[in-house]
């Protein structure tokens, strides 16, 4: 988009889960929760909070760090500095509803024709989301689908499932291809409300120069 031109739609799609003290999340990571630190009724002021998540928690970007490197690493990218431009503009959703296996081979034609029109790319596989249960068998993409994606120049992919790996890839090989072709991946989108076809895409990731994933608003524009 060039400068100064004016985004035009006429809808405004939420894909981005409700944070909750209910919400589900991956094994091992730490849910939300909130503590109250100063009430209105008390200070006649403002109410104050404080919370506890790990930034896995709901829709959200991994950032470079979350799989190689250290936090002492200043080369490893952070949440914080991932490029903003991947995370902004036309996308295409694909609905593969009620898969719950690999992303693969199926959607390889789908793909190809796809390269060269649009570099983002989102995979719909629930109809519907329980968002206070962590299900254990859910869509992750293969690592073949992964190389499709980075050979073929596209620059983001998203899915509505916990992970792009499966739940028990202790190496999270699909996460390091992703990475070693430089695309940014969002996991724990809502698409069940998103018919299949082009949007457009922003789901900015917040400023955590200290963290290795960012939470998401992730909006689809129609």
Same mark, same amino acid.
């Given at each position: 988009?060039?400068?100064?031109? +004016?985004?035009?739609?006429?809808?405004?799609?939420?894909?981005?889960?409700?944070?909750?003290?209910?919400?589900?999340?991956?094994?091992?990571?730490?849910?939300?929760?909130?503590? @109250?630190?100063?009430?209105?009724?008390?200070?006649?002021?403002?109410?104050?909070?404080?919370?506890?998540?790990?930034? $896995?928690?709901?829709? $959200?970007?991994?950032?470079?760090? $979350?799989?190689?490197?250290?936090?002492?690493?200043?080369?490893?990218? +952070?949440?914080?500095?991932?490029?903003?431009?991947?995370?902004?503009? /036309?996308?295409?959703?694909?609905?593969?509803?009620?898969? +719950?296996?690999?992303?693969?081979?199926?959607? +390889?034609?789908?793909?190809?024709?796809?390269?060269?029109?649009? /570099?983002r790319?989102?995979?719909?596989?629930?109809?519907?989301?329980?968002?206070?249960?962590?299900?254990?068998?859910?869509?992750?993409?293969?690592?073949?689908?992964?190389?499709?994606?980075?050979?073929?120049?596209?620059?983001? @992919?998203?899915? &509505?499932?916990?992970?792009?790996?499966h739940?028990k890839?202790?190496?999270?090989?699909? $996460?390091?291809?992703?990475?070693?072709?430089g695309?940014?991946?969002?996991?724990?989108? &809502?698409?069940?409300?998103? /018919?299949?076809?082009?949007?457009?895409?922003?789901?900015l990731?917040?400023?955590?120069?200290?963290?290795?994933?960012?939470?998401l608003?992730?909006?689809?524009?129609?």
């Amino acid at each position: 988009m060039s400068a100064g031109a +004016r985004l035009s739609y006429s809808r405004i799609i939420d894909i981005s889960q409700p944070v909750t003290s209910r919400t589900a999340c991956f094994p091992g990571d730490t849910p939300f929760s909130k503590s @109250v630190t100063l009430t209105y009724e008390d200070s006649q002021v403002i109410n104050l909070t404080a919370l506890t998540m790990s930034p $896995h928690v709901g829709s $959200h970007a991994d950032a470079p760090v $979350h799989i190689k490197g250290s936090f002492e690493d200043s080369q490893t990218v +952070r949440a914080g500095s991932l490029d903003l431009k991947a995370f902004l503009g /036309e996308v295409y959703v694909i609905d593969i509803s009620d898969t +719950r296996d690999a992303i693969d081979k199926q959607v +390889r034609d789908r793909l190809l024709s796809l390269a060269g029109k649009f /570099e983002r790319v989102l995979f719909k596989t629930l109809k519907h989301i329980d968002y206070d249960t962590f299900a254990e068998s859910y869509s992750y993409l293969s690592t073949d689908c992964a190389t499709i994606l980075g050979e073929n120049g596209f620059r983001l @992919v998203g899915l &509505d499932t916990p992970s792009v790996d499966h739940i028990k890839a202790n190496e999270l090989s699909t $996460h390091h291809v992703l990475d070693h072709f430089g695309l940014v991946w969002l996991e724990n989108l &809502d698409l069940t409300q998103v /018919e299949e076809g082009a949007y457009q895409l922003i789901a900015l990731p917040l400023k955590f120069m200290e963290l290795e994933a960012s939470p998401l608003r992730a909006v689809l524009l129609k």
